[in-house]
Nanobody, 121 residues
Framework: QVQLVESGGGLVQPGGSLRLSCAAS????????MSWYRQAPGKEREWVAT????????????TYVDSVKGRFTISRDNSKNQVYLQMNNLRPEDTAVYYC??????????WGQGTQVTVSS
């Protein structure tokens, strides 16, 4: 059974930082590119970043939505089946529930509970 458990969210002031974690189980984590997504109140879920698996083509690279480039960093630890999102210089518009899943074209239909990130002074 696939499980995706996100953690690390919280309330932070503008300009602050948070590190999100996602623990994945129930599938061959090493084989797949993993992504972070977010859903702000009243909006559709948005893709944020993708990190390739070690088994994918060397031509595949880490990618980010334009709004977070230079501020967010996605990483993974295959030995722990975890993916991370380091978020720096947070802005109020980053406020959302953040989720992890496989990359968009092969995302699982079932999502975790997500972790709430609130950026406010």
């Amino acid at each position: 059974q696939v499980q995706l458990v996100e953690s690390g969210g919280g309330l932070v002031q503008p300009g602050g930082s948070l590190r999100l974690s996602c623990a994945a189980s129930g599938f061959s984590f090493n084989w797949y590119s993993m992504s972070w997504y977010r859903q702000a109140p009243g909006k559709e879920r948005e893709w944020v970043a993708t990190i390739p698996s070690e088994l994918t083509s060397a031509s595949q690279i880490i990618t980010y939505v334009d709004s977070v480039k230079g501020r967010f960093t996605i990483s993974r630890d295959n030995s722990k089946n975890q993916v991370y999102l380091q978020m720096n210089n947070l802005r109020p518009e980053d406020t959302a529930v953040y989720y992890c899943n496989r990359r968009p074209d092969i995302a699982f239909g079932s999502w975790g509970q997500g972790t709430q990130v609130t950026v406010s002074s």
